[in-house]
């Protein structure tokens, strides 16, 4: 591979910056009492006090996964701290009200919260280190009757709906990352569209860990009541620092009958740098339930992050349910990722389909794992699986893990699986035409990825896209 | 407009191309004919700039410039086309983003204004005519699934929107059909100007019916072992190469 497309992969991390503000936040370690503190500071009910016990007890009797093929330095519980809060985060009469750091903060990562400035028709939820730190659009969506806040806010307000969803798809016992998100979460975003409504704007999220060794363990839930449709997209940075951080969060989503949920992430953490030192360390657990014909339908563009472990499932519970995943995960330099889906087929007539890109760089690690599970009740039940992985250079790796388990004999499930190189002779060929070799590199991997950009809300298609373009520049080798 | 003096060019340890000098005036057509691995191919790579290929003595010079310091980009965007002999898939990459992000990377380094999709519909619906494509070629992936008479008719579409001024075509007639072979033809004669020029790599003298050349040369193992009118194509159809082989080697 010629140098020239090596220099194409290493460009600087632009969201790499911190903001010096101050927090409030615990010290490091992990116990009983810290379960306790977080609780407090946010001021929940006993219900959900009970339920952060509940969930540390059981992690304290669980062990680390080691099954994904990645691998890290062993992870020191103790001294991570796991509340870290601006300190003039108090509920906000208004988002001018915000600390005008933070408000720089996101301006400089391109997320303006100023509602009129910002991209029509997207309300976005910030969230800065453990809190969310504003919410837009909130009384516009009101008039609708959907409820778009941070997760905090929602079990104080809307605890009857949080009671009955929290954990009804990812149970607190679920997996030891599921577990410890369980016990100490700190914030995050709750989503609830009434019956027949279709929310009338993208709903989005961004995430944003500023503080140094703190972990971040957001909870996302979103319901989906009968009918109602939903499109929310989540995006995340982090600053550039030596040390890996923890990012352990918890997606659950709930689409009851004929509701339709379709969830777009876009997940930029700092990968670490071209030794491999710091970086995200992503474990994340993201499932969804999909009643009588509903579809839930994942969309994630996975180019950040040093490890990045995450499966986001769907469990096609109801009759003529559909679940989707379309996937394009990037790992350059020393990254590792092993990610794919899990699809269970429940109900009758179910239908999922897993549309996998991996493209591995440097010396870059990615695993497609995908689970397509059909149970004895599922008639015809239905999956199509397509995994496309793509080498630049010679030091990288790309692996799949295919695992299908049928019960019902009159289900049909397919697998397609390709691997290709990005070749010196594509590259040529662009530039006989007169493009840069840069140019060259990411048209040819976002034609790779076509089928899941498609997939994306328009506004974030071209972000998306250009994020690729980045996380490759300099990356052959 | 071309001037190639003593090009020597190797891949590894071994040479391929063994001394070549070419000289090409604008307005001029040029055929090189030649046995299967003669170097025809590696000279048309050689001139768009393959990084496969070492140079390693000889020089090219192209309106005037130094061609072989030029990146290939900027070889293209002074107006060199090199129509492959096998042309590159791209899959996922539609025809019309392809060659509009190439045309507009052209106009930009002419310092003139980019086209927008809708202004680049027009200019190519019009270049389309003229190689008898049909528009839902535009939508398909760069040469993704193309049949080879497609990959080659396509290859003639780029050349069409792109207006070189120093074009080189590396067996586009071989794998066409009597009908496509005149269109793509047709297509270079339309093209063909004052102002441009053409080398054109054939093994048949079919081709050069339609395209007259100015000047026929045959390559014989990494040299220009003769070089004639187009009368030379029409002996080399009855005689084979053998004879040129055979016989003293003949000033350009
Ligand atoms: N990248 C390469 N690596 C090794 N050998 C090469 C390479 N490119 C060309 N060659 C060799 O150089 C010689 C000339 O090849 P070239 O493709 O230029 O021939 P050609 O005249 O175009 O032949 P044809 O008429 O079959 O198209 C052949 O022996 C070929 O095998
Ligand atoms: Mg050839």
């Known amino acids: 591979m010629s140098s020239e497309i090596e220099l194409l992969v290493n460009k600087d991390y632009q969201y790499g910056f911190s903001t010096d503000i101050e927090a409030d936040a615990l010290p490091p370690g992990l116990n009983e009492g810290v379960v306790r503190a977080i609780s407090e500071r946010k001021r929940e009910p006993e219900w959900m006090l009970e339920w952060r016990l509940k969930a540390f007890r059981r992690w304290q009797q669980m062990t680390e996964p080691h099954w994904s093929n990645v691998n890290y330095p062993a992870i020191d519980y103790q001294a991570i701290s796991y509340y870290s809060a601006p300190r003039t985060a108090k509920p906000l009469g208004s988002l001018d ?381 | 407009m071309i001037h190639i003096s003593e090009l020597h060019a190797s891949v590894g340890e071994k040479e391929i191309l063994k001394g070549i000098s070419l000289e090409i005036a604008a307005g001029e057509i040029h055929a090189i004919m030649g046995p299967n691995g003669s170097g025809k191919s590696t000279l048309a790579q050689v001139l768009a700039g393959h990084p496969g290929y070492e140079v390693t003595a000889g020089t090219v010079t192209y309106n005037g410039q130094d061609l072989l310091a030029m990146d290939p980009e900027e070889r293209a965007q002074a107006g060199v086309f090199l129509a492959f002999q096998y042309p590159v898939e791209i899959p996922g990459v539609s025809n019309a983003y392809f060659l509009r992000s190439a045309y507009n990377e052209i106009r930009k380094a002419r310092g003139e204004a980019e086209a927008d999709p809708l202004e680049f519909l027009d200019i190519v619906s019009e270049r389309l005519k003229l190689v008898d494509l049909d528009e839902a070629m535009l939508n398909r992936s760069v040469n993704a699934g193309f049949s080879g008479g497609e990959k080659k008719r396509n290859e003639i579409l780029q050349l069409a929107v792109l207006d070189p001024r120093f074009a080189i075509l590396d067996e586009t007639d071989s794998g066409l059909d009597i009908d496509a072979l005149r269109i793509v033809a047709d297509g270079v004669n339309r093209l063909r100007r004052k102002d441009n020029a053409f080398l054109v790599v054939t093994h048949y003298q079919r081709l050069l019916n339609y395209i007259v050349p100015d000047r026929v040369h045959v390559l014989v193992d990494g040299r220009i072992a003769r070089s004639g009118g187009k009368e030379l194509a029409l002996e080399l159809e009855e005689r084979g190469y053998d004879w040129v082989t055979a016989e003293p080697v003949a000033g350009v």
């Open chain 1, 97 to 477: 009200e915000l600390d005008p750091k933070i408000r720089d903060t996101y301006d400089r990562l391109g997320i303006p919260l100023h509602e009129q400035k910002l991209l029509a028709g997207v309300a976005v939820d910030a969230v800065f280190d453990s809190v969310s730190v504003g919410t837009t659009y909130k009384e516009e969506l009101r008039k609708h009757g959907v409820i778009f806040c941070s997760f905090g806010e929602a079990v104080q307000e809307h605890p009857e709906l949080v009671r009955r969803y929290l954990g009804s798809v990812v149970p607190y016992s679920d997996n030891f990352f599921a577990a410890l998100n369980s016990a100490v979460f700190s914030d995050g975003s709750f989503v609830y569209v009434p019956k027949g409504v279709r929310c009338p704007m993208e709903l989005s999220t961004y995430f944003r860990i500023n503080a140094a060794d703190t972990g971040q363990f957001e909870r996302t839930l979103i319901v989906a009541d009968e009918g109602a449709y939903v499109s929310y997209l989540e995006g995340c940075t982090a600053p550039k620092r030596s040390t890996n951080q923890l990012h352990a969060a918890v997606v659950e989503l709930v689409a009851l009958d004929r509701a339709t949920v379709k969830y777009s992430t876009v997940q930029n953490w700092y990968a670490g740098d071209e030794e491999g030192r710091g970086g995200i360390f992503n474990f994340v657990t993201k499932r969804g339930k999909a009643f009588a014909g509903s579809k839930i339908s994942w969309t994630q563009v996975e180019t950040g992050s040093a490890i990045t472990w995450k499966y986001p499932s769907v469990i096609l519970q109801g009759d003529h349910a559909t679940g989707e995943f379309y996937s394009v995960a990037v790992v350059n330099n020393h990254q590792q990722a092993d990610t794919g889906t899990k699809m269970i087929h429940v109900g009758r007539n179910t239908k999922s389909t897993i549309v996998s890109k991996g493209i591995s760089a440097g010396r870059g690690n990615n695993s497609y794992r995908g689970q397509v599970k059909v149970l004895p009740k599922a008639a015809n039940a239905r999956n199509y699986t397509q995994c496309d992985s793509m080498l630049i250079g010679n030091r990288c790796g790309a692996h799949t893990f295919p695992y299908v388990e049928v019960q019902n004999n009159t289900a049909i499930v397919e697998h397609e699986a390709s691997t290709s190189k990005i070749g010196e002779d594509q590259i040529f060929y662009c530039k006989a035409r007169g493009l840069s070799g840069e140019q060259a590199v990411s048209m040819i991997v976002s034609g790779f990825c076509r089928e899941v950009f498609k997939e994306l809300p328009m506004e974030f298609a071209l972000e998306a896209q250009q994020l690729l373009g980045i996380t490759l520049e300099g990356s052959v080798g």
